[in-house]
């Protein structure tokens, strides 16, 4: 997951060059292979694209460091395995889940922003094919949730600006979490409409959450969008809710920040930092973690939204 401040702008494409990578390259994965994918068919409605966060680093490769994951090696794959599961177990529900092995970015990468926007592309372009292989050899046509955590939120926006409005249509919402939206993507891109409430459809929902506004990351700075996941709403009306954990239990107390569009979390007693890059007061790094019983619900009521105005559109 992102840890590091950035100082560059992401670019708003990806060219999956794979020449301006410094470093050996791991082979592409073939999406055609079921292995390269994470899925659960289980007959639902819609389905969960979810493009995981940066759960690798650095390794040898052929006597060289390689910055980006092997994803035919297992102990790599282990690892994101270990976030696919989590994520399916705890938000899908009865919908389809599939999620895609990509070669994302190390997490040592970030400590050197330049190197960053070397690699990126070919991560990027690697979630781009994943997603094409998805519309025409998973989806069937059905609704969709398309969701994503940190570098896997990079992704997904980069989705939603190339997205026709053919397969907008199907989109019941993004879930951008951990990353930003800025007034460019609002006003470039018609697929990015930041959400407004519990059940609007067609929407992304982001947000990014840190003790105070001067803890976020500086990826997350300049986010002109932030919904609270507790209760649904944009201003600065607080919502509580229980954090349960092996050390106890914390009441949160959560709120938009209707200036930096950061979402001020209270109440955290037993804070962890973030490894390697971590900061106190900086949640990045328990943003499913907090809120997964409230967006597993969301996920499920914005579904029976869009069915519910297909249902009235027909009458």
């Not at 409605?45 to 910055?67: K, N, Q, V």
């Not at 330049?114 to 998973?138: E, F, I, T």
């Amino acid at each position: 997951m992102f840890m590091v401040p950035l100082s560059v702008v992401l670019f708003s494409s990806w060219e999956g060059r794979e020449d301006s990578v410094v470093g050996p390259i791991p082979e592409a994965p073939d999406y055609a292979d079921t292995s390269q994918w994470y899925i659960r068919d289980r007959g639902g409605e819609a389905d969960i694209f979810y493009i995981i966060s940066t759960e690798t680093g650095d390794h040898l490769m052929g006597g060289d460091t390689c910055h980006l994951a092997d994803t035919y090696q297992e102990s790599q794959r282990k690892r994101m395995l270990k976030e696919m599961h989590a994520v399916d177990s705890f938000y899908s529900g009865r919908l389809n889940y599939y999620s895609p092995y990509y070669r994302q970015v190390s997490i040592q990468s970030w400590l050197v922003p330049q190197k960053v926007y070397q690699r990126l592309p070919v991560s990027m372009a690697d979630v781009k094919r994943s997603w094409q292989y998805y519309l025409k050899h998973y989806n069937q046509g059905r609704p969709f949730i398309i969701a994503g955590y940190s570098q896997g939120a990079i992704a997904t926006m980069d989705i939603l600006r190339d997205m026709p409005d053919s397969i907008y249509r199907r989109m019941v919402a993004a879930y951008v979490i951990g990353y930003k939206i800025t007034h460019e993507d609002i006003d470039s891109f018609p697929c990015i409409k930041p959400a407004q409430g519990a059940t609007d459809t067609g929407v992304t929902v982001a947000f990014n959450s840190v003790r105070r506004a001067d803890d976020a990351l500086y990826i997350t700075k300049g986010t002109v969008a932030c919904i609270n996941p507790v209760n649904w709403r944009t201003d600065s009306v607080p919502a509580e809710l229980i954090y349960r954990s092996r050390r106890g239990n914390d009441t949160l107390t959560v709120c938009c920040d209707t200036t930096t569009k950061h979402l001020i979390v209270k109440g955290w007693k037993k804070e962890t930092i973030m490894p390697l890059f971590g900061v106190p007061g900086c949640y990045h790094h328990m943003e499913l973690k907090f809120y997964y019983r409230h967006i597993r619900k969301n996920i499920a009521d914005r579904v029976a939204a869009f069915y519910d105005k297909k249902r009235k559109v027909r009458q």
